[in-house]
């Protein structure tokens, strides 16, 4: 196990109700600005018991922060903070309507020339508005870690701050019952390949961390299915929030080897096609685990052993049922596994394949040996 220092400061107020948690935890004094989305809040409910939690708050709101969350929009609520005067954000949505927030809450403190640099160049992130949020869609983890995704045009780009990790989350599970399948499915696949990017690597002898995203692996299996057959199940939904939650967290990821290959390749899907990111990483891997099979061979016979029973046959046959078994749970998921399957064929590899040239992502991987080349084989086995 390699060294490292852990710290989640974010509290969580976990069950049915605790959007009225929100009253106590901001202080008094904070001039709070509610981010959103679509309008998905209003529809449900919940924007009632942010209301009703913020009665003695002074309070704005900024609406229309799209999924995969574009600058321009972000910017929009950047100018809004600095004309007036907020100091606080409450974050409320899903995954983009947060990233989107985190954003906001370092543009809103930024003083050079483009905050886009945050993204585009790295630039380390040196002050932030406090935020915190109310999760309405289990998947990213990004209430509870310090990183945030922005697109500006075809550029799908990330950053991290410990600067913009939110304070506190809201998880209710009550607030998912009006998702449609559709983002029930994204939500369990992509937490589902969160722990994949921090377990399905080589052996760091880090049995707690293995033992611990097996757990989630095996929750996520069992539970996400039922999330789709039996929808109004409140257990199933608590479970399924919690793994998402902890899927990302940095809890699994401390003192191993991680890959993030299937994300990178994904946001290319994402930033060129639409495709939503969840599907990009059911398409993706498959073909990562096909690839690079012999730099994953000891964590994909353990993958498969420990959470698909695979004890029999040779080490390809092992790894070709382990792979064939992930496939199946994506499957059982409603997502695409193939480029064909979202109307995609060979001719966009090239696309594809430039924009990862162009974001510099040319040493992926948990052993960084991934090169341009190599994502282009994973690309057409993607096909
Ligand atoms: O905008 P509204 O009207 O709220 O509708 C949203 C949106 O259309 C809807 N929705 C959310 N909660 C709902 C609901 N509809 C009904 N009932 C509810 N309770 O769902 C749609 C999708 O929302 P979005 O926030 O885009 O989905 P998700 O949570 O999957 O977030 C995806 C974004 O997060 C980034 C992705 O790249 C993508 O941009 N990620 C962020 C990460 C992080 N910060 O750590 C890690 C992830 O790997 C991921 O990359
Ligand atoms: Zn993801």
């Given at each position: 196990m390699n060294k490292f220092t852990y710290q989640n400061p974010t509290r969580i107020h976990f069950?049915?109700?605790?959007?009225?948690?929100?009253t106590n935890d901001i202080p008094k004094d904070k001039k709070v600005l509610v981010t959103y989305g679509g309008g998905s809040i209003k529809s449900n409910g919940v924007y009632a018991q942010v209301e009703a939690a913020l009665a003695d708050h002074q309070w704005g709101e900024f609406a229309?922060?799209?999924?995969?969350?574009q600058y321009d929009t972000l910017m929009k609520a950047v100018d809004m903070i600095k004309a007036e005067g907020y100091d606080y954000l409450l974050a409320v949505g899903g995954g983009s309507v947060i990233d989107g927030t985190k954003f906001i809450a370092a543009a809103a403190s930024y003083e050079g020339e483009d905050p886009w640099n945050i993204l585009a160049a790295n630039e380390a992130v040196k002050a932030a508005v406090p935020l915190a949020c109310v999760l309405t869609l289990p998947a990213t983890g990004s209430e509870n870690n310090m990183g945030a995704v922005v697109s500006r045009g075809k550029d799908k780009l990330a950053f991290m701050s410990?600067?913009?990790?939110?304070?506190f989350a809201v998880l209710d599970?009550?607030?998912?019952?009006?998702?449609?399948p559709r983002q029930v499915a994204n939500g369990v696949v992509d937490a589902f390949v969160h722990v994949m990017e921090q377990y399905l690597t080589f052996p760091a002898n880090a049995k707690v961390q293995d033992r611990f995203a097996e757990g989630l692996l095996l929750t996520l299996i069992e539970e996400g299915p039922k999330a789709l057959a039996t929808p109004d199940d409140m257990d199933v939904r608590s479970n399924v929030m919690w793994s998402a939650t902890q899927a990302l967290n940095g809890l699994i990821g401390v003192g191993v080897p991680q890959d993030w290959a299937t994300h990178m390749i994904g946001h290319e899907l994402t930033g060129n096609y639409g495709i939503d990111h969840a599907r990009t990483l059911s398409i993706v891997l498959p073909a990562v685990m096909q690839e690079r099979r012999a730099d994953k061979e000891a964590k994909l016979l353990q993958y498969g052993e420990r959470i698909f029973g695979i004890t029999e046959g040779s080490v390809d046959e092992r790894i070709d049922a382990t792979i064939a078994q992930t496939i199946t749970f994506f499957k059982q998921m409603e997502v695409p596994t193939r480029l064909s399957d979202v109307?995609?064929?060979?001719?966009?590899i090239d696309t594809l394949v430039a924009g990862l040239e162009k974001h510099g992502m040319k040493a992926l991987g948990e052993h960084g040996n991934i090169a341009i080349a190599d994502s282009r084989a994973i690309l057409e086995a993607a096909l």
């Open positions: 069950g049915e109700g605790q959007i009225a948690a929100i229309g922060i799209e999924p995969n969350p410990p600067l913009v990790q939110p304070i599970p009550k607030t998912t019952l009006s998702l449609s109307d995609l064929d060979a001719s966009a």
